[in-house]
Structures are given as structure tokens and as C-alpha cells.
């Protein structure tokens, strides 16, 4: 029997069953047309329904056609959308339909179609164009709550459809009202809710399970481990007991080694050793050969000896003999020879000593060549030091000097307004007394109208105002003077800026430095502080240079005027003379800020300054002291903080 | 000459310089002058001045700190500030000047022609 043959279809051969077989074969075929027709309206209904949906969904605005994407095998399908997409407008929009059997999401499609022999592949899909305003269209697929449109067969076999709204809203796509008049069915939400949660339960249990079998497993896992560490520290254990052995039978090996060596070096002597005995015993032979000859030898010799015994003892006399004779002479050589050696040392001391002489000699002389120079470097220095003391006291000048410039000149334009001021006002009372003077000028002494002219003058004198102005050009005239007084008093009181060292002494009168130095200040302490003059009645003159006392007292009461400045209104200064019969005394008082303990020790000492960098030399008090030292005078201080400070200078006056 | 002169106060511890300014200008301003800054400010109070000039460097007070009180005060809002002084650089005077506490700054000794141009241009 052929077994391809299919069983319904038995080859027959009787009539009756041919006529059966026909109407078998007409029956299924008929079924098959059927079954083909049936096939061929669901797959109209379908294109229907999916046109349908797609008209009641609200879809956003796009210029692009509508674009149906099928992913299908089903050919009698593409074909029904084929015949019916050129029809179509959906959303005011041409209709382009596409088709592939494998998946894909192709770029702008606003539906995607998925027959139910792509069902495993639905919740991908699902993923790629999840929230991307596509369409979803399903057949035949279980799990309500991931459909969005899926196509159903009632129990009577016809096709409908169910749709899930929630899952179209998350596409961003709205369902019209129209929807639910299609005649599919709305997918219970509640009843999925009730599913997702059962589910959820189901595996939040299977988790506990999952998780009890595990913490049972990692039980087991951390016994397993800590036996396995066991065994681990048994095997390093075992390893190490190894190395052990292994270094223990490497040694005995190397000892082994050099035993063997040792042994066969021992063999080899040994074969040595045997040979030379052969050799020496062979030696020996010839030895007791020769040993009988000289025997003979030494016979004779013998007899030979004793005659040279007896001419030796003959010799022995005569050397006695000579010996003494030898002692005789040795004698007088010794005495010799110590001499010699006294007169050597003698020689050598003497060499010595004119050595020694010789050296001290030229050590002086060198000494003195030192001393020379070494003067003559000194002179060097000291010539240096000097001039660099003039050159730091000019320097302190031009310093001090230029802090004092600004108000010298304040000084002086004040001074100067007077005289120009005071001229232009002459100037302008002079014309106006002009015409008077005129008229005098002009007065006769032969006047015929004499009378009249005086009267005329008298009263032109009245109308000008006469009087008054000679008034006004008196004090103008004053005023001139005043100024120009004044303006030499600051010239001269300057004129100590231009002194040099090298000048003559002179006799240097004490109070008027100290009013030079006063002057020179007055625009810096004008503003604010009293100075009190207290100056004795005596005449005190002292041999000095000029201007350098002047110039001393200028940088005590500057430093006074700063040490005040912080006490405003309240900063005084007393400048004090007296005279003790020998020397004069003068006392810069002030109730500053005073001085520390310290800074005291220090105000002398050139470059120390308590100002601010820039703002003082710290030359002025160590000049100050070089001036007072050179008019053989002391100068002495004291202070104390926030009470004031004192300066006492003495100074021998002149013969 | 009907029409009134405009008014002035001059404060200068130097009398001297006060005579001066006075005698010069007595046909050009109606002056007062003196050496007292309490004076000064007692005399600002009681007047409406068309010019307030003042020496800087004075023993009680400076003329930056007259001003400064006569601002204070709130007198001398419409006067002219003018500072004369011997020195040609200060810094209180720049500061003045920068703030506008003071309109100008006159260096001594002054002249007749730019000190009464200097104070005329303001009426101008």
C-alpha cells in the first residue's frame, strides 16, 4: 500500500463507491469555497473596521499621506487594501498603504496592522512606539491590557473587536464617541486593574518563595564557603609543609654532592701520594750509595782536622796578641770621639739659634709692612666714614627740607599777598589823591589868586576823600613792610640749609636758632597745638657752627609736633632755656604719645624710625646727636607712653 | 549804583590780609570780614551771602571744616565757596573740590583782575 496515499481516498473500484468518492470530493469542495468566501468577508471586514477606527480617532495635523502600515502574509488582505486605499482620504489626508512579513515600524506611520501569526512579537512593538501617536491595530491578541484596537471573533464566530481607550490616550490619539457605535467592545479597565493585581500578587508570593530558597541557598553557599576556606588553609598548610620537604632534599642534595667531590678529590691525593713514595723509595737507594762514599770522605777529612787544629791554636796566641794592642788603641779613640761629639752639638745649637733669630727678624719686618698698610687702610675708612657722615647729613637736610618745603611756601605766599596787595592798593589811593597832589605841584608862590586856589584844593581834598586815604596808605605801607620782613626772616631761616660742614665756628646765639627753627615750623603746628616759648633773660651764646644748632632744635620739635598731633587741641609743647652758671640748659617738652622703654634705647641709633616707611629718614635724632656731641654738649631723653616726652640739651657756653 | 552790591564774607587769620581784601574790593562787594570762624558762622547764619571765601590753614579750625559745619548747618546752600590759601596743593582742599563742598580754589597771592573775574563769572 502506498502510504501517501491519503486514507479518505482508498483506492476503490467499485461503481457505487465512485459515485461516493464524487460526491465526497463535490461536498469538500463545496465546504472549501465556503470556508475561501468566509475567509474573503473577514478580510473585507477587516479593512472596513481599520478604516473605521481610524476615522474615529482624533489624529494630530501632518502634511504627510496617511500612512497603513500591514504586517501581514495574508495576500487576499493586502489585496482588499490595495483595491481600497486609493479611495480613501483619512484625516484630510491621501492614503499610502504598506506591507512587509517581517517586523518593522516604518518612519511616519500613523497605523501599524499586525496579524495574530506576529502576536509574540506584540509587546516589542508595543515597546518602539510606545507615547508616538501610532495606532495599534492587533488580531487575535490575549492580553487586553497591551491592545489598543484588537480584532475578536464573537461566540458566533463573526469578527468584532475590542478597544482599549486608556492605551490609545497614552499614544497622544483621542477616541471619538462614534467608536462605540462600531460595535466592538470597550476592554474593562476594572477587570485588568483585578488581573494586573492578581498577577502582581502571584509574583510578589513566587518572590517570597524565590527569596526563602535563596536565603537557603546563600546558607548553604556560606557553609560551602567556610568549609572551602577549611580546606584552603589545610592546602596552603599542606603546600608550605611541602616547600618545606622540597628545601630540606634540595640541601642533602647539595651536601651529598660535595661529599662525592670531596671523596674523589681524596682518591686522587691517594694516587699522588703512592707515586711519590715510589719515586722517594727510589731516591732512597741512591742516596745510601753515595751516603757509604763520603763516609770514606769524612775519614779522610778527619785527619786533615786535626792538623789545622794545632796551627789554629798557634794563630790563637798571636790574635791574643793582637787584641791586646787593639784595647790600647780603642781607648785613645774613645776619648777622641766624645769630643767630636760635644764640638757637633755645639754647631748644631749655634745654627739653631741664628735660625731662630733670622726668622723673628723677618717676622717683624713683615709685621711692621702689615701694621703699615693696616694703618693706611684705617686712614682709608675713616676718610670714608666721614664723608659718608656729611653725605647722610646733607641727605637728612634735603629730607627735612622737603617736608617743610609746602609750608615754607604757604609761609611765604602769605607774605608775599601783603606786598602784592598792598601795592596794588597804594596804587589805586594814589590816583585818587593824584589831582590834589596835582594842584600843589602847580601852586606858585606868586599866586594872584591864591585864595582861591586854596580854596579849591581844599575842597577837591574833601571830594577825594584825602584823609582817609592817606589813612588807608599808611597801613598799605605797613602792610608791605610787614610781608616783606617777614620774607626775609623765612630766607634767612632757610640760609641753614646751605651751610656746609667745613665752615669756621662762630659765636651762635642759642635763642635765635631756636626761633629760626620755630619759624620754619610755624605752618605745621599753626593748624592746632600752643607752643610756650619760656626763654631765660641771660644772653646765651655758645662756639658753634651756624645753622646746625637751629637745625638740631628743628627735628626735636618736629618730632614734638608729630608725638602731639593724636591729642588735637589738647597738644602742647613747652621750649625752655636756663643757665646753671656753665652750661646752657634747653628743654623740648611735649604731652604726646611718648616712647617705650625700648624705642628710648634706640632714637639715636641712624635709620630707627617709629613712622611709617617713607614718611621719615630716621636720620633726624642721630643727626641731631652728632650736632649737640660736636658743640661738646649731651643730649638726654625722657618719656613716657601716652604722658609726653622730654628732650634736655646742654651746651658749654662760649668764652 | 542804585543797584545793590553782591554780598561777601571773608574769613583769614591773618588781619593783614583781611585789610587788604577789603580795601580792594570794598567798591565791587559789600564785604565782611573777620578772624573768628565762630564769628564767620554766627554772620553766615543771620545773611544770605552771594560768596564765602576762607584762608584753609587757621588755628581752630580749617577751612574745609568751616565749611563742612557751615554745610551742616545747611546755611550757605546758595553761596559761592571759594578757598584762598598759600599753599598750592593740599589734599583736603583736592577732596573739597572733588566733593564740591568748595566751587574754586585760589592760590596767594592773589591778583585784583582774576580774583574779581574768578567771583563775577558765577553772577554771569
Known amino acids: ?655 | 549804583m542804585s543797584e545793590t552790591k553782591p554780598s561777601l564774607i571773608y574769613l583769614d587769620d591773618e588781619e593783614i590780609n583781611l585789610i587788604l581784601f577789603r580795601e580792594m574790593f570794598k567798591k565791587d562787594f559789600e564785604i565782611f570780614t573777620t578772624t573768628s570762624p565762630d564769628d564767620a558762622i554766627e554772620y553766615v547764619k543771620g545773611h544770605n551771602l552771594d560768596y564765602i571765601l576762607t584762608d584753609q590753614l587757621m588755628p581752630i579750625m580749617t577751612g574745609v571744616e568751616y565749611l563742612k559745619e557751615l554745610k551742616e548747618l545747611g546755611v550757605s546752600d546758595n553761596s559761592m565757596k571759594v578757598i584762598i590759601s598759600g599753599f598750592t596743593q593740599e589734599g583736603e582742599v583736592d577732596a573739597a573740590l572733588e566733593t564740591k563742598l568748595i566751587d574754586s580754589f585760589v592760590s596767594k597771592p592773589w591778583s585784583y583782575q582774576n580774583l574779581k573775574e574768578l567771583l563775577l563769572s558765577r553772577r554771569g
Open chain 1, 1 to 655: 500500500m502506498n502510504p501517501f496515499k491519503i486514507p479518505i481516498f482508498p483506492a476503490v473500484t467499485s461503481p457505487i463507491m465512485q459515485y461516493i468518492k464524487g460526491i465526497i470530493l463535490f461536498y469538500i469542495t463545496f465546504l472549501l469555497c465556503h470556508f475561501v468566501e468566509a475567509q474573503t468577508d473577514r478580510q473585507k471586514q477587516m479593512v472596513t473596521y481599520t478604516y473605521s477606527f481610524i476615522k474615529n480617532i482624533e489624529w494630530p495635523e501632518k502634511e504627510t499621506p496617511f500612512k497603513i502600515h500591514i504586517i501581514t502574509t495574508d495576500n487576499g488582505l493586502k489585496d482588499h487594501f490595495r483595491a481600497t486605499s486609493q479611495k480613501e482620504v483619512l484625516a484630510g489626508r491621501s492614503v499610502e498603504v504598506s506591507f512587509t512579513s517581517y517586523v518593522i515600524i516604518p518612519q511616519d506611520a500613523d497605523v501599524i496592522f499586525v496579524t495574530n501569526r506576529y502576536n509574540p512579537t506584540i509587546p516589542s512593538l508595543l515597546d518602539q512606539i510606545s507615547g508616538k501617536s501610532i495606532l495599534f491595530i492587533s488580531d487575535h491578541f490575549d492580553k487586553q491590557r497591551d491592545v489598543m484596537i484588537n480584532f475578536l471573533s464573537s461566540n458566533t464566530g463573526e469578527l468584532t473587536f475590542e478597544y482599549n481607550r486608556a492605551n490609545i490616550v497614552y499614544q497622544n490619539l483621542e477616541v471619538k464617541p462614534g467608536m462605540r457605535e462600531l460595535g466592538g467592545s470597550e476592554v474593562d479597565l476594572a477587570k485588568i486593574f483585578k488581573q494586573a493585581r492578581d498577577s502582581i500578587r502571584s509574583m510578589e508570593l513566587r518572590a517570597l518563595q524565590l527569596k526563602a530558597r535563596f536565603d537557603s541557598m546563600s546558607f548553604d553557599v556560606a557553609a560551602a564557603v567556610g568549609i572551602y576556606r577549611q580546606q584552603q588553609s589545610l592546602i596552603q598548610e599542606r603546600d608550605l609543609e611541602i616547600a618545606l620537604r622540597q628545601n630540606q632534599i634540595k640541601r642533602q642534595g647539595e651536601v651529598l654532592d660535595s661529599l662525592s667531590a670531596e671523596f674523589a678529590e681524596s682518591e686522587k691525593r691517594l694516587i699522588d701520594l703512592t707515586q711519590t713514595l715510589d719515586l722517594r723509595e727510589a731516591e732512597l737507594l741512591t742516596l745510601g750509595d753515595e751516603i757509604d762514599q763520603q763516609k770514606e770522605n769524612v775519614a779522610e777529612g778527619n785527619r786533615t782536622l786535626d792538623e789545622q787544629s794545632k796551627r789554629i791554636a798557634e794563630q790563637n796566641d798571636e790574635i791574643a796578641q793582637r787584641e791586646e794592642r787593639l784595647n790600647e788603641m780603642s781607648n785613645v779613640v774613645n776619648s777622641q770621639q766624645s769630643a767630636l761629639v760635644f764640638l757637633v752639638l755645639f754647631l748644631v745649637v749655634l745654627v739653631g739659634l741664628s735660625f731662630l733669630i733670622f726668622t723673628a727678624y723677618r717676622a717683624r719686618k713683615r709685621a711692621a709692612r702689615k701694621l703699615a698698610e693696616q694703618k693706611e687702610d684705617l686712614a682709608h675708612l675713616l676718610d670714608e666714614l666721614q664723608e659718608t657722615q656729611s653725605q647722610l647729613v646733607q641727605s637728612e637736610k634735603m629730607a627735612s627740607l622737603g617736608t617743610l618745603t609746602a609750608g615754607i611756601a604757604h609761609e611765604i605766599n602769605n607774605a608775599i599777598n601783603f606786598v602784592y596787595s598792598g601795592i596794588h592798593v597804594l596804587s589805586d589811593k594814589f590816583t585818587e589823591i593824584r589831582p590834589v597832589i596835582s594842584q600843589v605841584t602847580e601852586l606858585k608862590q606868586d599866586d594872584k589868586d591864591l585864595k582861591k586856589s586854596i580854596e579849591k584844593l581844599v575842597k577837591d581834598r574833601e571830594e577825594v576823600d584825602y584823609d582817609g586815604a592817606q589813612g588807608v596808605i599808611d597801613q598799605m605801607i605797613n602792610s608791605i613792610k610787614v610781608g616783606a620782613e617777614r620774607t626775609t626772616e623765612i630766607v634767612k631761616g632757610l640760609r641753614i640749609f646751605s651751610r656746609s660742614e667745613t665752615e669756621q665756628k662762630t659765636k651762635i646765639d642759642i635763642h635765635s636758632d631756636i626761633d629760626v627753627a620755630l619759624l620754619l615750623l610755624n605752618s605745621r603746628h599753626k593748624d592746632a597745638i600752643s607752643i610756650n616759648r619760656k626763654l631765660s633773660d641771660q644772653h646765651m651764646e655758645v662756639d658753634g657752627y651756624k645753622g646746625q644748632l637751629s637745625q638740631a632744635f628743628l627735628n626735636i620739635i618736629s618730632n614734638s609736633i608729630d608725638a602731639v598731633a593724636p591729642k588735637g587741641k589738647e597738644g602742647k609743647i613747652d621750649i625752655e632755656t636756663s643757665f646753671d652758671g656753665k652750661r646752657a640748659e634747653v628743654k623740648i617738652t611735649d604731652n604726646g604719645v611718648g616712647m617705650s622703654e625700648d624705642d628710648i634705647q634706640k632714637i639715636f641709633d641712624p635709620f630707627f624710625t617709629t613712622k611709617k616707611v617713607g614718611a621719615g629718614t630716621g636720620l633726624g635724632l642721630s643727626i641731631t646727636y652728632g650736632i649737640v656731641e660736636r658743640h661738646g654738649g649731651t643730649i638726654a631723653v625722657n618719656s613716657q607712653i601716652d604722658q609726653g616726652t622730654e628732650f634736655i640739651i646742654k651746651l658749654p657756653l662760649a668764652s
